[in-house]
């Protein structure tokens, strides 16, 4: 059997000869090496507090796991025939067995059973599970589970705070209490030297030489950050070509972007010390500056003895007189850690910082410890790392987490549940929420609102005139909105220059305008806009959007000549890709810039324009395809199995490996969002070439379903495969990873201290590229919005990454995710986020308005109303960010979902108080022009609405959508004077069918 059969057999499974039969590909894709041996249940539980082999620092536990079926309601009579298996690398399973009273579930095998539906007993198994303790990295263990009507994917370590309920799949899992033995006490490492409290986690591993540029001879940490590096010259050294200048015989630090760097003083005595350190920044030409501490780790807990913060530049030695009492005289026993702590301040760039540290002992014959002295000149002797007395284990270099770096979600109470029933009982007693629940109870987001959570009561100034407006024209009750609808196009087109079109071939080759490009004024024929991504040049995978906000303000003529820089200057492979070094280092801006190409002659209809483009069009879709045969091998070899594991290799008929700019621009990793967008964008020309030329676009669908047809099964592999995640509600929710290389967020899946998003910070992929590829799935039709996986992963971004993001904090100081949530929850680069795109496309209007507005007030810049790219850095007039707003606020009021047309979909309810008008004029859609106004006059119970309707192409419906302010249900309709029974209450919409014209339509309450 060749492999290419296996990939496509049982169901998503991805067989590799050379790893163990029963794993799939991705099951084994992040952990190399053979599955662990199943061993017997008794010797299992005799491995508890045994050291992991291997592994420093990380020990085994034993627990008895209770994993329930089919108490979902509509399970009950269904089978959950399955298997259980350890599919991560760390983890072994003991025979299973059926729960007590559970007639129905027979084992097939140790880890296999059959469970027939019908009965009223629990069904389900008990499992003996030995796992890890560690919460994230490669050493995590992870078990899989499955069945014939459902599979997914948990960590144990999870069950140590409460039990496992993952209602989109219908299971239930929590563990057994179990008596800790006396063998196994004593079998768990015991601390040296008498000690009370075991050594830091989270230990440095690496050894990190001297780079180039460099003086330093060697350190711990890695190629970025976290890092502790010792320079012994008598002379001062340099790093980064002189840029960072360190003191003779000294260390240096450098904390990470989601973990603090820390050198400890682990204690072999019982006495008193004294404590003398120094902190400088020394990395004065970059940066923000770092906080610092010192604390001591002891039986009773952590203590922080002393910490301030400090800007570039800064210097600060201790103890001051304030700290005079608690650094002198600190009693210690042996095992305590004191600690010298230094932390980035919301942004780790350029945090290199130069330490002193001195533990003095109090008495008669007193030691000194100085981290220098012992240190400097043999740094990678050891981690711990002996002091110059001959004691070993002394001097620690750790990266703990920092206290605002995403952790799991906290369940506020002690669960004592042994059932799915006991355990819904809790739940229902305790009445949790999630984000997106919570957000649902309350009065919807308000621009005024999101300005305000902000702001607070500044004034703010006023919203600038644009020299000109859009052609698509925008009147809603909010002013604000309103102006800063016009202010749009203008904002976008100022930064576009328009040369002559003669030099296009200038621009390709440099990948932007040049010196020597003639700038010509508006009304000169030969001139082009060229429509960069400001301040960047044109970047395929950001200008896409900017040319459909243009093309949904009816500003045609501008998108057509941006999308006209790529056409022109296409590759002679077909590869739509400028020259520049930005638009390199973010290739997969080619898959997604075609899309938008689609979308482009959607909204105008511009067939002459098809026509002149289909060669290049189809070029490019043929690039696109011609990349994903790369992949499509029958026999792969040893170093593309390899490749495969860590996600350098796609599986049978995906993309192949693409460079994602600042999160990964050498392109080392794979990406769903490369798929995403190079499936929407195969499936798009498919459709609008049919057009013009129908045995094209049948051939083209075809291939669209091919590709279809290798992507669900690795997509439904890899979503089963990423452990749930637990939400504010107490339930396990889904998450759909950035690639079928990870396994869940991020934010679980790397060590700590590894980030391969540069200055985005150590999680921006887990909400902006997985957002993003979601919802290219979900316009593609890859995927389903009512999927309860998809519904449950972005519960998961709202609770567990965007409600208490590390970014906020440096926006409000005083944050506090249990008062402000609803005013805050957005990212580094909200601009990214999709969260609004996939509430309207889910109909979750509370949702949309709040992560739509939140996200518009915190990228905002109020000197002239700009975008900023980033939340927390300087701005910069960011046309990306602009784009997404704006589309945004278009698809609120005129979306086109299929063949049917929305007017006022996500319309606030206030803004159909007593009086109010929404007038919506020249609106581009998939079917014409579409104009509506809507006047409100609820305190007679109507509100009345006129639609002229799009005549390019009929749409199977129109839907208008009417918000009633207080909720009020529809009684009766009419259009145009006579009696309707086209409407929905519970959707509040009136069905628009089979008009050609101008319609009047009364809505009554």
């Known amino acids: 059997m060749n492999k290419q059969k296996r990939f496509h057999e049982f169901n998503a499974k991805i067989v590799v000869l050379k790893i163990v039969a029963s794993m799939s590909l991705l099951a084994a894709s992040a952990a190399p090496g053979a599955a662990p041996p199943q061993i017997s249940p008794a010797n299992l539980r005799e491995m508890d507090g045994q050291q992991v082999s291997g592994e420093e620092n990380l020990l085994w536990k034993y627990a008895e796991v209770v994993v329930e079926w089919g108490f979902k309601k509509g399970t009950e009579n269904l089978s959950f025939d399955g298997e259980i298996q350890s599919s991560y690398l760390l983890g072994m399973l003991g025979t299973a067995k059926p729960l007590p009273g559970d007639n129905r579930t027979t084992m097939t095998g140790p880890l296999a059973w059959k469970s027939a539906g019908g009965g009223t007993m629990r069904r389900g198994l008990i499992v003996p599970i030995l796992y890890t303790t560690a919460i994230r990295g490669p050493a995590r263990t992870i078990v899989t589970i499955r069945t014939s009507s459902g599979s997914f994917s948990f960590q144990p ?84 070509h002189g840029l960072i200048e360190l003191p003779p015989h000294s260390i240096a630090v450098h904390p990470g972007p989601g973990c603090d760097i820390a050198i400890g003083w682990r204690s072999p005595i019982a006495g008193k010390v004294n404590i003398h350190a120094k902190v400088a920044h020394a990395h004065p030409s970059g940066g923000n500056g770092i906080e610092w501490s010192i604390v001591h780790d002891n039986e009773a807990g952590r203590n922080v003895l002393a910490c301030g913060a400090m800007d570039r530049g800064g210097v600060a030695t201790f103890p001051s007189d304030a700290e005079a009492n608690t650094l002198t005289a600190v009693v210690v026993k042996p095992g305590d850690l004191l600690s010298l702590v230094v932390g980035n301040r919301g942004e780790h760039s350029c945090d290199t910082t130069s330490t002193e540290l001195t533990i003095t002992e109090i008495g008669d014959k007193p030691n000194t410890w100085d981290l220098a002295r012992d240190v400097v000149e043999d740094i990678q002797a050891g981690n711990p790392h002996a002091d110059s007395l001959g004691n070993a284990d002394i001097w620690y270099f750790y990266a703990p987490p920092q206290a605002t770096a995403w952790h799991p979600v906290v ?17 229902t007693a305790h009445n949790l929420k999630t984000i997106r629940q919570q957000v649902r109870q309350r009065p919807e987001q ?11 009561d500044m004034q703010l100034p006023p919203i600038p005139e644009p020299p000109f407006e859009p052609a698509m024209s925008v009147e809603v009750p909010d002013k604000h909105l309103t102006a800063l609808w016009r202010l749009g196009a203008w904002r976008i087109i100022r930064r576009c220059p328009r040369i002559d079109r003669a030099d296009l071939a200038k621009v390709g080759a440099a990948g932007d305008v040049t010196q ?89 209809g511009d067939k002459e324009w098809l026509k002149k483009e289909s060669p290049r069009l189809k070029a490019a879709v043929d690039w696109i395809l011609q990349r994903r045969k790369t992949t499509m091998k029958t026999d792969l070899a040893q170093n593309e199995i390899d490749g495969i594991k860590v996600g350098t290799w796609s599986p049978y008929g995906l993309q192949p490996k693409v460079s994602m700019g600042d999160g990964d621009p050498t392109g080392s990793r794979y990406y769903y969002w490369a798929d995403a967008f190079g499936y929407r964008s195969v499936k798009l020309f498919a459709d609008i070439i049919a057009d013009i030329d129908p045995k094209m676009s049948a051939d083209y669908a075809e291939e669209a379903a091919k590709y279809r047809k290798d992507i669900l099964p690795v997509l439904e592999e890899s979503i089963v495969l990423s452990p749930v995640v637990r939400v504010r509600d107490g339930t396990s929710r889904s998450f759909h990873p950035q690639g079928f ?7 679980e899946a790397l060590p700590m201290g590894v980030n391969i998003y540069t200055h985005c910070g150590p999680y921006h992929g887990d909400y902006c590229i997985t957002s993003a590829a979601i919802e290219a799935w979900l316009r593609a039709g890859l995927l389903s919005v009512d999927d309860v996986r998809i519904d449950g992963h972005f519960h998961v971004l709202e609770d567990a990454f965007l409600l208490d993001h590390p970014w906020v904090r440096r926006r409000k100081a005083d944050y506090d995710p249990e008062k ?117 006059d609820v305190e007679n119970n109507r509100i009345i609405a006129t639609v002229d309707i799009p005549s390019r192409k009929a749409p199977k419906e129109i839907l208008l959508r009417l918000r009633h302010p207080k909720t009020s249900p529809i009684k009766s309709v009419t259009i145009d004077g006579k009696e309707s029974k086209e409407f929905d209450v519970a959707r509040e919409v009136v069905r628009l069918r089979n008009f050609t014209s101008k319609v009047a339509v009364t809505v009554n309450y």
């Open 157 to 240: 370590i999870d069950l140590e705070t409460g039990p496992i309920l993952a209602p989109e799949y219908g299971f239930f899992v929590c563990s057994i209490p179990i008596p800790v033995s006396t063998s196994a006490i004593q079998k768990t490492p015991a601390a040296s030297g008498g000690d009370r409290i075991a050594p830091p986690d989270h230990l440095l591993r690496t050894k990190m030489d001297a780079r180039d540029g460099s003086t330093f001879v060697n350190g711990w940490g890695s190629a970025g950050t976290p890092s502790v590096l010792a320079h012994p010259g008598v002379e001062s050294g340099t790093l980064l």
């Open 446 to 456: 308000t621009w005024e609102g999101a300005m305000r959570a902000l702001y607070g």
């Open 411 to 427: 369940m506020p109470f002690q669960s004592k549940a042994t059932t799915a029933s006991e355990y819904i009982t809790e739940l």
């Open 741 to 747: 290389q990870d396994r869940g967020p991020l934010a």
């Open 516 to 604: 020597d490009c003639r700038i010509v004024d508006g009304e000169d024929p030969q001139g082009i806009y060229v429509v960069r991504d400001n301040p960047f040049p044109p970047l395929g995978c950001e200008t896409d959007r900017i040319l459909w906000a243009l093309d949904h303000q009816g500003m045609h003529q501008v998108a057509a000549d941006g999308i006209s820089i790529w056409l022109e200057n296409q590759q002679p492979d077909g590869c739509l890709s400028l020259n520049s070094g930005i638009e390199q280092g973010h290739q997969v801006g080619a898959l997604q810039i075609l899309w938008v190409m689609a979308e482009h002659y959607l909204l105008t």
């Open 820 to 936: 402000d949530w609803f005013g805050f929850g957005w990212s580094y680069q909200s601009g990214w986020e999709r969260l609004p795109e996939y509430y309207l496309l889910k109909d979750d209007i509370p949702n949309f308005h709040r992560s739509w507005l939140n996200r518009c007030a915190v990228d905002i810049n109020l000197n002239d109303y700009s975008f900023n790219e980033h939340t927390t850095f300087a701005p910069n007039d960011k046309s990306h960010g602009n784009a997404v707003f704006l589309s945004n606020f278009r698809n609120m009021l005129v979306m086109e979902i299929g063949d049917s047309l929305w007017l006022g979909r996500a319309v606030p309810r206030v803004w159909l108080a007593q009086g109010n008008k929404i007038s919506v004029r020249n609106s581009p859609t998939h079917f014409g022009t579409v104009a509506y106004e809507i006047v409100s």
